[in-house]
């Protein structure tokens, strides 16, 4: 029940409305909405001088005016009057308009006439005002308050987080749900439907699906139209300029904790920021990240909370995050105590492999989010000075994919006995990850034997909570070897949990990993606690969006001055790519403006060597350059005068200004430039990007970067109005190979060898080629070799020879 003072409110703001006739004209308005966003037919037009909304098929030969919930108007009798006729109108218009072409709204309340398809916009309003005034009750008509008159006070239709219907500030039913209204004049017998169309019309919304009942798109905001006026301005405007302004450059830039940050070469002023915070606040950002890392469930597709936070939160926030009642950061930390021993064993060496002898490689097997996190980080340490020595006589290797020569790469010259095994699957259910894991079983039997203790001491498993069964029967020693994960973790973020932990602390020590989580928490307290204006994942998401969805950029790079950071922009293209490649709203509506951007990289400076020159003179591609003030190792050589690492950052201090301000044909020409070849030197310019300094790449550093670009991701994700935590496309994928793996089946074990038919006829061709040149191929004819072992060779005769010399034949694979 609302508050007395509310309902004291409703009753006297719109003694005449019914909060149905509400909730039918929201339906209404919705469907209309969603039918106009889903139609290549309709379309929709906002007045730039009212707060109009037009209707009008593109064809124009037929035009729905003023249907827009801001014509209802709730003082008097007559007003009330011309509400109902915009709901019945609505109504009528949605259910019919599939169906009939060119339909009069206004008309069709009262006597349902169709209009010839040739009428004109003229012709229909004619009938509309005519037909609204037949109907008005005092006879009046709509008289000197038509619809678009700025003396009414029209409420406004917001939402709250849940998508729940509110009514806005500005009208007297402020602060009052649609349900409140509901319980407070459904027993007002003056609301009841009053004829048969009434009646009707209540039948038609009453079976409106649910899902209608949802709040617009974002696109359909004053900030967001704002932005895209804005964006025609700017377009306008050369970075070259907007770089000349003092003022704009010294405003755009933030700074926490040695991260800095300088987005002034982006296409972007300070209005347009302004404008983006504007878009922030009407979207709720703030009130979303709080959501999100207080535990909410805003995976609602897969009703999970997405906590990626809790896995680097400190033991002093034990106590502060619950999911269904569990203490999320307690459980955390007694993973990471039990990781922090597990490691401590493994490289004392208390534990030891089958045959007795230390274990010093290890493989991780594990593909997408179980996979390019770690390595990611793996590679950044491998450089580190703490990483380097602690990882002295240790190797960690990645096998990801299933294809066999994968395996063959990543164990060929692997002592198994000195080997162990981390299985990293969230569900312990991916094919690619399951079938690479029977393999490396395999191979462990084939070198020790199929002992049950084989597995239990050389194989680890990371996995969710859920799979704990699973696990088992894999043959784990679920009590010490198995690291658990929770279904509040998605992959593409869980390298702080332990699917990164035990690869990362196992080669690096635990104490390196720690570092690398506090990296991450203190850019996370940053991104919840700092004002927006200040906050650096905050603003490289709204420049995210701004670039993406208004200056239709879709693609953009990472260019790291840090080949430590090699596989940076592999893991940020899987996070950000299966977080915000959606094309359907949180509420379930499919959205009309660009989201998810094209993400790839490479290190600088062999990135300038590759795609650059599509980047300074082909399409505009936003770039993110990071770069740092000290090297991992420099060198400065007696022949050199500059150190090799301000080598290296004199090439990321220099292009984003090549790419902002380019080069006219003029420069060109005062180069000396032969006329024939001037325009092939011009650049353009005017190619955003921003610059990220960090002071030395660490441990701590690396965490700070990824806590940036998953945060970056989910800020993009909530003011798009996406699930950014759900993976769904992927899905398709995985079970069509399926069905393939069935017709192989089939097909390669049919004595007849009969075709495969797969229904359809581009597939059925492509695999029956494929089989039939596998099997020509093959000596036994049925296209598969058994084979025994797992590797052609065993790690012995991969070995150098014990001299090093690998010259002649010596040492040779055959
Ligand atoms: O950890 P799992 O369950 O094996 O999943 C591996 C990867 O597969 C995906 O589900 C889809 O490719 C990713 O999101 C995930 O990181």
């Not at 400065?636 to 004199?650: A, K, P």
């Amino acid at each position: 029940m609302p508050p007395v003072g509310t309902a004291n409110k409703v009753t006297r703001g719109n003694p005449n409305a019914t909060s149905e006739s509400i909730r039918y004209l929201i339906c209404a308005q919705e469907r209309l909405n969603a039918m106009v966003a889903s139609s290549s037919v309709y379309n929709r037009e906002r007045s730039e001088t009212s707060s109009e909304t037009h209707f009008y098929r593109t064809d124009r030969q037929f035009e729905l005016h003023n249907l827009n919930l801001q014509h209802l108007s709730h003082n008097n009798e007559a007003k009330t009057m011309q509400y109902r006729i915009f709901l019945r109108q609505m109504c009528l218009v949605l259910h019919l308009l599939p169906v009939h072409g060119f339909i009069c709204p206004a008309v069709l309340c009262h006597s349902r006439t169709k209009l010839p398809s040739s009428c004109n916009t003229r012709q229909s309003h004619a009938l509309y005002t005519k037909a609204s005034s037949r109907t008005s009750r005092n006879g009046k008509g709509f008289g000197g308050m038509h619809p678009t008159s700025k003396k009414i006070r029209y409420p406004e239709i917001v939402y709250d987080e849940n998508g729940n219907v509110q009514l806005s500030t500005q009208s007297d039913i402020a602060g009052t749900s649609a349900l409140e209204l509901d319980e407070h004049l459904s027993d007002d017998q003056s609301l009841q439907p009053q004829h048969q169309q009434q009646n009707r019309v209540q039948k038609f919304i009453s079976n409106i699906p649910k899902v209608l009942s949802k709040p617009p798109l974002v696109s359909a905001t004053p900030e967001w139209r704002k932005l895209q006026r804005h964006a025609q301005q700017i377009k306008s405007t050369h970075l070259r300029d907007l770089l000349q302004d003092p003022e704009r450059c010294d405003a755009m830039w933030a700074e926490h904790d040695g991260v800095y940050y300088d987005y002034s070469r982006q296409q972007a002023t300070l209005e347009t920021m302004e404008l983006l915070f504007d878009l922030a606040e009407r979207q709720d950002l703030v009130k979303r990240i709080h959501a999100m890392v207080n535990g909410e469930k805003i995976n609602f597709t897969e009703n999970r909370a997405v906590l990626h936070t809790a896995l680097r939160a400190s033991k002093d926030d034990i106590g502060t995050v619950f999911v269904d009642g569990v203490d999320a950061i307690k459980e955390v930390h007694e993973v990471l105590d039990q990781i922090k021993e597990f490691t401590e064993a493994f490289r004392s060496g208390k534990i030891t492999g089958y045959t007795g002898k230390r274990m010093r490689n290890i493989v991780s097997v594990g593909i997408g989010g179980s996979y390019l996190g770690p390595e990611f980080l793996a590679e950044v340490l491998k450089t580190e000075e703490e990483g380097i020595n602690s990882s002295l006589g240790y190797s960690l290797r990645f096998l990801a994919n299933v294809d066999p020569v994968d395996v063959e790469r990543t164990c060929a010259d692997l002592d198994p006995e000195e080997t162990l095994i981390i299985i990293v699957s969230k569900t312990f259910t991916t094919a690619e990850t399951m079938l690479n894991a029977r393999t490396m079983r395999q191979w462990l039997w084939d070198f020790m034997g199929d002992d049950v203790e084989v597995v239990r001491k050389h194989v680890v498993a990371c996995s969710s909570v859920s799979a704990t069964e699973n696990v088992k029967k894999f043959g784990v020693d679920t009590e010490k070897y198995f690291f658990r994960f929770w279904d509040w973790v998605g992959g593409r973020y869980s390298v702080c949990g332990a699917a990164g932990a035990v690869p990362i602390s196992l080669l690096y020590g635990f104490d390196l990993f720690e570092k690398f989580l506090e990296g991450a928490r203190s850019m996370d307290q940053h991104f919840i606690n700092a004002p927006m204006r200040e906050n650096i994942p905050i603003i490289m998401g709204l420049l995210g969006v701004w670039n993406s969805s208004f200056m239709g950029y879709n693609s953009r790079a990472l260019i790291p001055y840090a080949q430590a950071l090699l596989r940076l922009p592999a893991h940020i293209q899987q996070l950000d790519m299966e977080s915000n490649g959606k094309r359907i709203s949180r509420h379930g509506i499919e959205i009309d403006y660009p989201v998810g951007e094209v993400d790839f990289g490479e290190p600088g400076t062999n990135s300038q060597h590759s795609f650059f020159q599509l980047i300074h003179q082909g399409q505009t591609i936003p770039v993110d350059f990071l770069g740092f003030v000290q090297s991992q190792h420099d060198l400065l050589m007696d022949s050199e005068q500059l150190s090799s690492h301000d080598e290296l950052m004199s090439n990321f201090f220099a292009q984003p200004d090549a790419l902002a301000n380019g080069k006219t044909a003029e420069e060109v020409r005062a180069e000396g430039c032969p006329e024939e070849l001037v325009m092939h030197k011009v650049f353009d310019g005017n190619r955003p990007s921003s610059s990220l300094l960090f002071p030395q790449l660490s441990a701590y550093v690396t965490g700070q970067i990824l806590s940036l670009y998953e945060h970056r991701t989910a800020v993009q994700g909530f003011i798009w109005d996406l699930n950014s935590f759900d993976q769904w496309g992927v899905e398709l994928g995985k079970k069509l190979a399926v069905d393939i793996k069935g017709h192989l089946l089939k097909a390669r074990y049919d004595p007849k060898r009969r075709p495969i038919d797969t229904g359809s006829p581009a597939t059925s061709r492509i695999l029956n080629y494929y089989l039939k040149n596998g099997r020509d191929a093959d000596e036994n004819g049925s296209g598969i070799k058994t084979l025994t072992s797992v590797t052609r060779l065993t790690h012995r005769e991969h070995y150098p020879p014990p001299i090093h010399d690998l010259g002649g034949n010596v040492g040779k694979l055959s």
